[in-house]
């Protein structure tokens, strides 16, 4: 199996060679031959990629030592459950996850293009077997194939480090990988447009559900990394500006600013350069983020060992962006707008202001991750940007953010009036400022907290109103009740409320990120039998009592258990445990990979998070860090919040033409009565 697996692997790169030259050639020449042979050599290499990963699953499951990525990565007592996701734990299987991946998009955007943007196609066709050819010729001559046998077969493999042994790490990978991946079909989309010169909104059209797929896997992958760093790293939070973490964001933050320009181009034919350019520079920003995570010019927990690989992504990604921005510069007479902004009051204005924004903050994490690089090079020192510098710089600018997030739906389109702004922002404006007075009655003094949670009373009920507005307006013109008013007005309005409902999980993070201003946490060494006491910020106190340790073996690790009474006001609340685990290999052998399990106990106001740091001298008597971190609860639920939303947008619409000849009627009567 892991001979035709390298068989696969050298086919998939000779099919990716001629598509690619079929696909531009075609496209260039207008020849359907070539463009029908593109278009199935997507097809073949999609289908030869996936015959090396079954190859490799295989060998994976029937533990065939002598492959150098199963003794590496696996191990015969790892679980099931771990052992598949294996696959994409190592560098090289995670290459040969991205370009499968990336070769069946391709295949599906082949499949699923309407007709009207068939011209796009070859074109399409052309970039998605130049990427996939780089990630397969990576593999091929990066020393990265990851069915590269060893010289003799070991007993048993390494396993899978401790820390990607937990459920978030069986998804949050993939779901960041497949964020990544999709981002190359809108790419692919946009050079298509240039090199065809069919620069109108046709390719956005083309585009709308991958770039919408793209962001929704780019939300979830991050909030499942926020999610495991939480629970397994032990550090006490969810969010380092690590630079691993930072690389994810960035493309985040550049396809969020696309998703809400792209509604000015497509409304007054406005930011056509500026879209093209932040599609582009999104998977550029996917491409460096793998370079980060890859060549180990970084250190970070999230990151792959140093190696050759990364010289590969680095000339990759120079080569991209050079021909990239060198086809864009040659078009760009022909991307002039069809309308000019016309009043700096106006929703066209406050969509350039969040894209501004955006941009801003990209820029900022940017700056800041790409700094120890050039200061190394400069001075020969590394200097590392730490937390302090992105939270100077980024809270004020999100914060604005959050802030244009109630202001933008409120204004109409090319000129807003001053009785229209009075109406408008009269409820919304209360609200915020009745709870930021509220906070300060009740004596939060922390000026960013209290901004976040006013903002977020703001854009909350700017939410709401858009909603009643709309359920009102359903009631009056077909005599709906309110309730089913309101249903089909987000089943008909996908795009728009379902929008809304992102920008509701947005306020519920920014609400959640404002409470770990008051954590609180301390550090204790206790005996059986004795207790720490911690404050917390709502004026409560902790008392956490060591009842004992406890150690045993489980799976394929040895555990060392400590365990808590916790209780509250002097109320007992129950017990926590925490723990110290100690991996072991098929024989029960150490294998020096210790890992943490922290303790935590959760509510919607706050969590008890409990580490057991180590034990003195071989004795019960334990090291204990307790932390109170306000209102955690609500950074998962929030980003539940944000999926949920991003699901209902892409949620494809029906009916028949009549029906959305009177939808669209339906939407000028609500901005008329704006």
């Not at 990364?310 to 021909?323: N, P």
């Not at 501004?356 to 991750?369: K, P, Q």
């Amino acid at each position: 199996m892991t001979v035709l697996g390298g068989l696969c692997l050298w086919l998939a790169f000779l099919l990716g060679v001629w598509g690619a030259l079929a696909g531009f050639v075609g496209g260039w020449q207008g020849r359907r031959d070539l463009q029908e042979s593109a278009r199935h050599a997507v097809f073949a290499m999609c289908a030869t990629l996936f015959v090396a990963v079954a190859a490799l699953e295989w060998a994976l499951f029937q533990h065939d030592f002598n492959v150098e990525y199963v003794a590496a990565y696996t191990s015969r007592n790892l679980p099931i459950f771990y052992t598949w996701s294996a696959l994409y734990a190592g560098q090289k299987g995670s290459l040969l996850f991205w370009a499968t991946v990336l070769s069946l998009f391709g295949s599906l955007a082949m499949l699923l293009t309407a007709r009207r943007h068939r011209a796009l196609l070859p074109y399409v066709a052309g970039v998605v077997c130049t990427v996939a050819t780089f990630f397969v010729s990576v593999m091929l001559f990066g020393q990265a194939n990851p069915f590269h046998r060893l010289a003799y077969t070991p007993l048993d493999g390494n396993g899978l480090n401790p820390q990607l042994q937990n459920p978030g790490m069986v998804f949050h990978p993939p779901m960041l990988y497949l964020g990544y991946i999709s981002i190359t079909i809108p790419f692919a989309f946009a050079i298509a447009a240039l090199l065809s010169k069919r620069l109108d909104a046709d390719w956005l059209v083309a585009i709308r559900k991958w770039t919408l797929l793209s962001w929704l896997f780019l939300s979830i992958g991050i909030c499942l990394g926020m999610w495991w760093a939480y629970v397994e790293l032990g550090w006490g939070g969810y969010w380092a500006w690590d630079p691993v973490e930072n690389a994810s964001l960035l493309p985040w933050l550049t396809m969020t600013a696309f998703l809400h320009s792209v509604m000015i181009q497509e409304k007054r034919g406005m930011l056509k350069k500026w879209n093209l350019a932040l599609i582009i520079g999104s998977w550029l920003l996917s491409i460096f983020g793998t370079f980060i995570t890859r060549s180990g010019v970084i250190s970070s927990v999230h990151s792959f060992t140093q190696s050759n690989v990364g010289y590969f992504f680095l000339f990759f990604l120079i080569a991209a962006a050079t021909a990239s921005f060198a086809v864009y510069a040659n078009r760009l007479p022909l991307l002039e707008a069809e309308a000019r902004l016309e009043s700096m009051v106006s929703r066209e204005a406050s969509f350039l202001f969040n894209n501004l924004l955006f941009v801003g903050i990209a820029f900022s994490v940017l700056w800041g991750t790409l700094f120890p690089i050039l200061s190394e090079l400069v001075q020969g020192t590394k200097v590392t940007v730490g937390p302090p510098f992105f939270n100077q710089v980024n809270i004020p600018l999100g914060l604005a953010l959050l802030g244009l997030t109630g202001i933008g739906p409120l204004i109409a389109w090319r000129r807003a009036s001053i009785s229209n702004l009075q109406r408008q922002f009269a409820a919304p404006v209360t609200v915020g400022v009745f709870t930021a007075l509220v906070l300060l009655v009740g004596g939060m003094r922390d000026g960013y907290a209290l901004m976040a949670i006013a903002l977020g009373g703001f854009v909350v009920a700017t939410v709401v109103q858009e909603f009643a507005r709309g359920a009102r307006a359903r009631h009056r013109q077909y005599g709906e009740g309110h309730a089913v008013a309101l249903g089909r007005l987000l089943a008909r309005n996908r795009r728009r409320y379902g929008g809304y409902i992102v920008h509701t999980g947005i306020v519920i993070l920014f609400i959640a990120f404002a409470g770990m201003a008051f954590k609180t946490e301390t550090e204790a060494t206790l005996r059986p039998g004795e207790s720490a006491i911690l404050k917390s910020p709502y004026g409560w106190t902790y008392t956490f009592t060591h009842l004992g340790v406890s150690q045993y073996d489980a799976l394929n690790r040895q555990v060392t258990a400590a365990t808590l009474e916790i209780a509250r006001n002097g109320k007992r609340l129950g017990v926590l445990t925490t723990e110290k685990r100690q991996h072991v290999d098929g024989f029960g052998r150490p294998t020096f990979q210790p890992s943490t399990e922290v303790g935590i106990r959760s509510d919607l106001r706050e969590d008890l998070y409990v580490v057991l740091a180590g034990l003195v001298n071989g004795t019960e008597q334990a090291v204990f860090r307790f932390t109170i971190n306000p209102l955690v609860w609500w950074v998962w639920y929030g980003g539940m919040i944000v999926a949920l939303g991003g699901l209902i947008v892409m949620w494809p619409g029906g009916g028949s033409p009549a029906v959305k000849r009177t939808q669209a009627g339906y939407a000028v009567r609500l901005v008329g009565e704006q």
